[in-house]
C-alpha cells in the first residue's frame, strides 16, 4: 500500500540509528579490553624496565576513550613523552588514534602531534597485536623523538 511506505521509512531510520549505536558501544567495549589485555600489560612490562634507567613511568585510562603512557625525563618527574592511544568520539569501528606528545627539555612546553596508530595495519590485526609488538612501537617513537630533540638546532 501507498500510504504504508513512509512508515516503512521511519521503521529503516530508527532501525539504522540503533545499529549504529549498537556498533558505537562494541567499539568501545572493544577498545576497552584492548586497553586491558595488550596496552596496560604492555606499559606495566614498559614501567618496571625504566625504572632500572631512572624513568618514572605513568599510565592512566580514560575508559572507552584513551589510554596513555607517560615517560619523565631520567631523574626527574616532569614529564618528557607521551603516547596516547585514542578513540575517536562517535567511533562505529575499531580504528584508534594516536597523540604523541614531547618537550625537548624540562622547561620546554609540550609539543604535539597526530600520527596512524599501528599504521598500515588492518582493525582485525591491530586487536591481535602482541604486547611486544606494541612496546616495540612505543620504544620506536620514543627514541624517534628523542633523537629529534637532541639534534635540534632550537
Request: proline share 5%; aromatic share 10%.
Amino acid at each position: 500500500m501507498p500510504g504504508e511506505t513512509w512508515k516503512n521509512e521511519i521503521r529503516k531510520h530508527f532501525d539504522a540509528f540503533r545499529l549504529i549505536e549498537k556498533a558505537q558501544a562494541d567499539t568501545r567495549e572493544s577498545f576497552t579490553q584492548f586497553c586491558e589485555f595488550i596496552a596496560e600489560p604492555a606499559f606495566e612490562s614498559l614501567q618496571e624496565e625504566m625504572k632500572d634507567h631512572g624513568v618514572r613511568v605513568r599510565f592512566r585510562q580514560e575508559k572507552g576513550l584513551a589510554i596513555d603512557f607517560e615517560l619523565s625525563f631520567p631523574g626527574s618527574k616532569t614529564d618528557n613523552f607521551h603516547y596516547r592511544i585514542t578513540l575517536p568520539k562517535n567511533a562505529y569501528e575499531l580504528k584508534p588514534g594516536l597523540v604523541l606528545r614531547g618537550r625537548k627539555s624540562k622547561t620546554a612546553p609540550l609539543e604535539e602531534k597526530a600520527a596512524e596508530f599501528m599504521k598500515g595495519r588492518s582493525l582485525s590485526e591491530i586487536m591481535k597485536i602482541s604486547k611486544e609488538e606494541l612496546i616495540r612501537d612505543i620504544l620506536e617513537r620514543y627514541g624517534e623523538f628523542t633523537l629529534a630533540a637532541l639534534t635540534s638546532p632550537d
